[in-house]
């Protein structure tokens, strides 16, 4: 690395650490360790939510929610596919009735919502493809135990929450 040794560093960037170096083709700027260190962390500390989603896998994610329209928490959300190595993966809706099941292999879901107190809301034949998140709301009513509501023959599945798009080339 060569100097120029006509160049001084401002104030400020002698006080933040920034250092401007002359070489055969332009200008490096160099930073210390510790500022370098502490945008690492701030990128791994980032919620997986913010995070891009895969293009190899799938999410689904809605608000549960009772026939008066207000939200559930606490509702178990399972989703099950031969497509999963565990067959069934569950979350739990949160605070605000919000729930995600990420990182889900391509394939048929069928997802199920179940609260103590109220009916078991199932939704087949849910087909995901990579790099989508598909919306599925559930409205639970109040019920007994036993009873299971299963919705088939329902709109077709859009991906509300990514923006892409998608070519299938035929030969």
């Known amino acids: 690395m060569v100097r120029n040794p006509s160049w001084s560093p401002t104030p400020y960037q002698a006080q933040s650490g920034i250092e401007l170096n ?46 008066s329209g207000a939200v559930l928490p606490g509702v178990t959300v399972e989703a099950a596919s031969p497509a999963l190595i565990e067959k069934v993966r569950s979350v739990v809706s949160d605070a605000n009735g919000n729930y995600k099941l990420v990182d889900l292999r391509p394939g048929s879901y069928s997802v199920t919502f179940s609260l103590p107190g109220f009916s078991t809301f199932k939704r087949d034949g849910l087909d995901l493809t990579t790099g989508v ?17 299963t919705v088939t023959g329902a709109t077709p599945v859009v991906d509300i929450q990514n923006v892409r798009t998608q070519t299938v080339l035929s030969q």
């Open 22 to 67: 002359v070489l055969t083709g332009g200008v490096l700027v160099r930073m210390k360790r510790s500022a370098l260190l502490v945008a690492a962390m701030a990128m791994l500390c980032l919620p997986s939510g913010l995070r891009a989603q895969s293009a190899t896998t799938a999410a689904i994610a809605g608000v549960v929610k009772d026939t």
């Open 133 to 149: 998140t598909v919306n599925i709301n559930a409205d639970m009513k109040v019920g007994s135990l036993e009873e299971t509501i």
